[in-house]
C-alpha cells in the first residue's frame, strides 16, 4: 500500500506540483497546499504545516517534521530528517551517500556508491541558501547554517556557522556584552 502511495505522490509532484509557482506569489497558497499533499503520499513523515517549494526534489526516505519547509530547487536525496520548525532556503542540497573511489584498478564511476550515512537536522534550525551537506552529519538544536556553507561535519546546537567547509563563527547561547563601538 505504501508503494502505490508514494508512486501516485510522485506521479502528481512530478507532473504537476514541483512546476507550480512558489507559496508566496499569486496562486502559491492552492500550489503550497497540492505540494503539502504530495509530501505526505512520498517522505516517510510529512508533519503539520509544512511547506515544501517549487522545484524541491527529495525521496521517499525524508522525514520532515512540523512547520519546517523544504526550499525552492532543493535536493534531499536518501535519507534525511529534518525536524520542527526549520527554515531553509533555496538551492540547498543533501547528499547522504557518496561515489566510490578506493579501488585504483577501475575507473570510479564503475565502483558505485559508498554506504548511506543518514543526515539529521534539529529542531529550530536555519539553513540559508545554496548550503551543501555531506553525508552523515548532524546539524544541533537551535543552529544557524550561512548561505553557501559546505557542512561537512556534525555542526554543535545553538551554533552559528559558515564556509567551505563550514566552521563555528559563533553560538547563538553566549553571553554578549554591547560596549557601544561599531
Known amino acids: 500500500m505504501r508503494k502505490i502511495k508514494i508512486a501516485i505522490g510522485k506521479i502528481i509532484y512530478v507532473l504537476i506540483a514541483k512546476h507550480l509557482p512558489v507559496s508566496y506569489q499569486f496562486l502559491g497558497r492552492g500550489a503550497k497546499w497540492l505540494r503539502k499533499i504530495c509530501g505526505k503520499l512520498i517522505l516517510q513523515k510529512c508533519g503539520k504545516k509544512v511547506n515544501i517549494e517549487h522545484g524541491a526534489v527529495f525521496s521517499s526516505h525524508v522525514s520532515l517534521g512540523d512547520n519546517s519547509g523544504i526550499g525552492v530547487h532543493a535536493s534531499l536525496t536518501g535519507s534525511v ?6 527554515m531553509m532556503g533555496p538551492h540547498c542540497t543533501f547528499y547522504s551517500r557518496n561515489h566510490a573511489f578506493d579501488r585504483l584498478d577501475i575507473p570510479m564511476c564503475e565502483q558505485g556508491f559508498k554506504e548511506e550515512k543518514p543526515i539529521v537536522i534539529g529542531d529550530d534550525v536555519w539553513i540559508g541558501g545554496h548550503v551543501i551537506f555531506l553525508p552523515g552529519v548532524h546539524v544541533g538544536n537551535g543552529a544557524i ?35 557601544g563601538e561599531i
Open 145 to 179: 547554517v550561512g548561505a553557501g556553507a559546505v557542512v561537512t561535519k556534525n555542526v554543535p546546537e545553538y551554533a552559528v556557522v559558515g564556509g567551505n567547509p563550514a566552521k563555528v563563527i559563533k553560538y547563538r547561547n553566549e553571553q554578549v556584552e554591547i560596549s
Open 81 to 86: 530528517t529534518i525536524g520542527k520548525n526549520v
